[in-house]
């Protein structure tokens, strides 16, 4: 998995259909929210502030520092001479 900005992981998620399912329900903070597409652990986002992270669906623009840290699959980078470059494959 790796630490990527809130833009670059909305913007995997959402081209793999998962901002379309409903959020579960969150009782405790801190936790951790992983998005799975079925047996395969696509990404995850340790939530520290639920206001936020909910903010930032409703306004992905904004241009406002995230509190929580979010972490996509690693076989989703494109790489160059055995290393991962940050350009998303999708």
Known sequence: MYLVDFKTFRKFLK?????????????ELPCILEYKDGDK?????????LEHFLFLIKYPNSQV???NKYWIRGEEWTIKNGEPVKNLVL
Not at 41 to 49: P, R, S, T
């Open 15 to 27: 081209k793999k259909g998962q901002f379309d399912k409903p959020m579960p329900v969150i009782n």
């Open 41 to 49: 652990l696509l990404g995850k986002v340790e939530l520290i502030n």
């Open 65 to 67: 520092e995230s509190k």
